[in-house]
């Protein structure tokens, strides 16, 4: 059992150039609006991302959902339409010469989006659908894969194994928090270390505040604890960061309970740059 258990940890250990991982020992940053809500709004959080990160000379891929397909309620926002949102996200790439991400929610999705970013989201509750993560694989992007919030850091391998055994070694994970009761998250530093034997490992460090499942059918959160979430996630290990932001997270059309405000987002990477580079001295 012990040298199965070893066998299974050197297979999953690739050299960094097989990961699609471009950050070297920067903290990698990953961050946008929850959603697409229109041009004007995205790029003015793009713009806001770039300058924050130049100034701190931080990497960055710009992350925007094209469509909100896991909503509580219907009349949820759910998006501005497929083409013309991933058209937004295409755009902002070109223009800044930036990695663009998105998340996906079905296998024929996956070629779609494929045409217009870099690297494809794998949400959370979809982390076990094995024909989405080969669907994923088979594009040759980078797959970004966020653990279930009903699973243990340890069984984030095989969600690698599949998109390995698929023929793409590019393969990321985020942890983004494990339910606690019915209506709350809590981030298990632990995992950190477990998943980083699988590549590279982000801190969802917005999601992970959510409080979900509330009565009102509108996600709540805890945005006031995202430095703490931030500073301990890079401190045990994270390779970088996933943050949604958003000029007013208020007037946000999804997801602003847990969203960071822009203007806040230079000082939050300035702490988490001081502690990324504490851990690797």
């Known amino acids: 059992m012990a040298q199965q258990m070893d066998d299974s940890r050197h297979w999953t250990q690739l050299p960094s150039d097989m990961t699609g991982w471009t950050a070297g020992n920067k903290l990698q940053i990953i961050a946008g609006p929850c959603a ?24 960055f891929i710009f992350k925007g ?3 909100k397909a896991n909503r509580s309620r219907l009349d949820s926002f759910t998006g501005i339409g497929d083409e013309k ?23 024929d999705e996956a070629e779609m989006a494929a ?14 659908q094995t024909d989405l993560l080969v669907a994923a694989a088979n594009t040759g992007k980078v797959v970004n894969v966020k653990k ?3 699973l243990a850091p340890q069984s984030m391998e095989h969600a690698i194994r599949k998109i390995h055994e698929s023929g793409n070694k590019k393969a990321w994970l985020t942890e983004r928090g494990t339910m606690l009761g ?8 632990r995992g950190f270390p477990v998943m980083h034997a699988f590549g590279p490992v982000i801190a ?13 059918g509108v996600t709540g959160g805890k945005p006031e604890l995202i430095a703490t979430v931030g500073k301990a996630a890079v401190a045990a290990g994270a390779n970088g960061v996933f943050i949604e932001t958003h000029p ?11 969203m960071l405000p822009l203007d806040r987002l230079y000082d939050l990477l300035k702490q988490l740059k001081r502690v990324h580079e504490a851990v690797q001295d």
């Open 248 to 258: 007013d997270p208020a007037l946000a059309l999804s997801d602003g309970a847990n």
């Open 115 to 128: 045409k217009y970013v870099d690297v494809l989201q794998i949400p959370a509750f979809l982390c076990r």
């Open 182 to 189: 019915y209506q709350d998250m809590v981030v298990d530093m």
């Open 148 to 150: 279930g919030q009903f």
């Open 204 to 216: 969802d460090i917005t999601h992970s505040l959510q409080q979900p499942n509330q009565l009102s």
């Open 65 to 67: 959902s094209y469509r």
């Open 36 to 59: 697409i809500e229109g041009e004007e709004i995205a790029n003015r959080v793009a713009d806001g991302v770039a300058e924050a990160c130049a100034a701190l000379d931080l990497p």
């Open 85 to 107: 949102a991933l058209a937004i996200l295409k755009d902002i790439g070109d223009r800044m010469d930036v990695r663009t991400t998105t998340d996906i929610h079905a296998a």
